[in-house]
């Protein structure tokens, strides 16, 4: 979770990587806020999970296929009580901007942007191979041996589908544009899944 510091105008864009679903993080957020002191904390989610995120009564999540695996492989290396959900480092930025009063907001694509990406980029074939990936994946685990190769190795495996990379470069783009309408605050702090990060910056490096 090393930050890395975008300036646009006049305005200060920290993009803090995340591993979701990691409990340790939730500190590492805690302390970029009271650091960077941002005005506006922006976080690679739908704008509907914030409300939800917020919300959550401690009820079990329905997971997809992919979570579980990706949840699994992540306890192997870090332990039960090192995973969670909600996931620790976006409940905890909403928590504690809400604390300080600090406007907290979703910039992934929301639910009708994101079906529209995922028909458009998605075929029958494609979802097949996507599913005989996650059949291999549940036998096998993802491999890794931190919590950071098991995101890399994750996403590197999807991406080789091209419908996913397109679908996930969709997301980038969205939240590209999302951080870029609200350069009206001065310093933006941008929580962002660790398998977009990078993708993320050069995104924003190039506008």
């Known amino acids: 979770m090393n930050p890395q510091t975008v300036t646009i105008g006049d305005t200060q864009i920290r993009v ?17 806020i009271e650091s960077f002191k941002p005005d506006l904390v922006a976080l690679s989610i739908g704008p509907e999970e914030i409300k939800g995120t917020r919300e959550w009564d401690g009820q079990p ?3 997809s296929g992919w979570d579980e695996i990706y949840g699994l492989s992540l ?7 090192g995973v969670r959900l909600p996931p620790p480092s976006f409940s905890k930025a909403i928590e504690v901007s809400d604390s300080k009063n600090l406007e907290v907001i979703g910039i992934d694509m929301d639910e009708e942007s994101f079906t529209e990406s995922y028909t458009s980029n998605v075929s029958t074939w494609q979802l097949y191979k996507r599913g005989r990936l996650e059949k291999t994946m549940a036998k096998r685990g993802i491999e890794g ?3 950071q190769d098991i995101v890399v190795n ?6 080789e589908i091209t419908g996913f990379a397109k679908l996930e470069d969709d997301r980038v783009q969205a939240m590209t544009e999302n951080i870029k309408s609200n350069l009206d605050k ?3 702090l ?3 899944e660790l398998s977009n ?6 995104s924003l490096k190039e506008s």
């Open 145 to 147: 041996t931190t919590p």
């Open 75 to 81: 306890r192997k290396v870090v332990g039960d009580d």
């Open 16 to 32: 803090l990587s995340t591993v979701k679903g990691l409990v340790s993080e939730a500190a590492i957020v805690e302390s970029e």
């Open 154 to 159: 994750m996403e590197n495996s999807i991406r």
């Open 197 to 202: 990060a990078d993708i993320l910056l050069k």
């Open 186 to 188: 001065s310093k933006i």
């Open 61 to 63: 999540y329905d997971m």
């Open 190 to 192: 941008v929580i962002v």
